[in-house]
């Protein structure tokens, strides 16, 4: 069994910043992939970023070129920097990681853009 804790969610104004972490409860081997994905009410969840090993990092469409996905292998924690943030970037942003086959996701952070 893993646990996710995430921490960094909040309200931010459009254009803004915000950094999310999630740590897993266990060390983690680097080799496992770890990563965001987000949810808004009514639309099936979406992957924002993912990482491995602390390099291949794969980013959706949506958020290439303003997020960046990091990991912290020492400490079994990823984080994911959000800048020059939009309203459509407004979800609940949930932490993800893969072990033997397994999912495993966080509680959620909710990530709110608006003036």
């Known amino acids: 069994q893993v646990q996710l804790v995430e921490s960094g969610g909040g309200l931010v104004q459009p254009g803004g910043s915000l950094r999310l972490s999630c740590t897993a409860s266990?060390?983690?081997?680097?080799?496992?992939?770890m990563g965001w994905y987000r949810q808004v009410p009514g639309k099936e969840r979406e992957r924002v970023a993912t990482i491995r090993s602390g390099r291949y990092p794969t980013y959706g469409s949506s958020v290439e070129g303003r997020f960046t996905i990091s990991r912290d292998n020492a400490k079994s924690t990823v984080y994911l920097q959000m800048n020059d943030l939009k309203a459509e970037d407004t979800a609940v942003y949930y932490c993800?990681?893969?072990?033997?086959?397994?999912?495993?996701w966080g509680q959620g952070t909710q990530v709110t853009v608006s003036s």
């Open positions: 266990r060390t983690v081997f680097s080799s496992v992939p």
């Open positions: 993800w990681l893969r072990v033997e086959s397994r999912d495993y």
